[in-house]
């Protein structure tokens, strides 16, 4: 399945894993605020993979939170809510900038473990997710 703009599920997740390697990036050279946007863009894009390839729509913000709660009810795992609450406080954090060096670094380490957790999912259904 592909979106109108022609992505798969595999290119979602893959985007999802190039934010994060550059979120890290942007946290080296202490760029809290760039570091905290592409954390929030991985966690988007992960999400998106999994709602595309559930079939739900997903090209508003309200509508990842939809997909979200989907991923929860499916695998009843409540930890994945919380990271993603943790991603859209990262999200805020580029407009406010008021996370320090170890709040980005924790929320980044969250955002992995969203990211391996739904690339897990995704591997369980369908192959690879990346």
């Known amino acids: 399945m592909t ?6 599920r595999k290119d ?3 985007q999802g894993r190039i934010f994060l390697e550059q979120a890290f ?3 080296s050279r202490d760029d809290l605020r760039q570091a905290s946007e592409k954390g ?3 966690a988007a894009q992960i999400v998106k993979a999994y709602a595309q390839d559930r079939g739900l729509p997903h090209d508003q913000h309200f509508l990842l939170y ?3 709660s989907r991923l929860v009810a499916e695998t009843d795992d409540d930890d994945l809510r919380r990271q993603f609450g943790v991603a859209t406080d990262l999200h805020a954090n580029f407009y406010e900038g008021e996370y ?3 709040d980005v670094r924790v929320s980044l380490q969250d955002i992995t473990r969203l990211i391996e957790s739904v690339e897990t999912i995704l ?8």
Not at 3 to 8: A, C, H, L, Q, Y
Not at 123 to 130: C, K, L, V
């Open 40 to 42: 929030w863009g991985a």
């Open 66 to 68: 939809r997909a979200v």
């Open 25 to 27: 990036e942007e946290l």
């Open 100 to 102: 320090n060096e170890r």
């Open 123 to 130: 591997n369980g259904r369908h192959g690879t997710a990346s």
């Open 12 to 14: 979602y997740a893959a």
């Open 3 to 8: 979106t109108d703009n022609g992505s798969t």
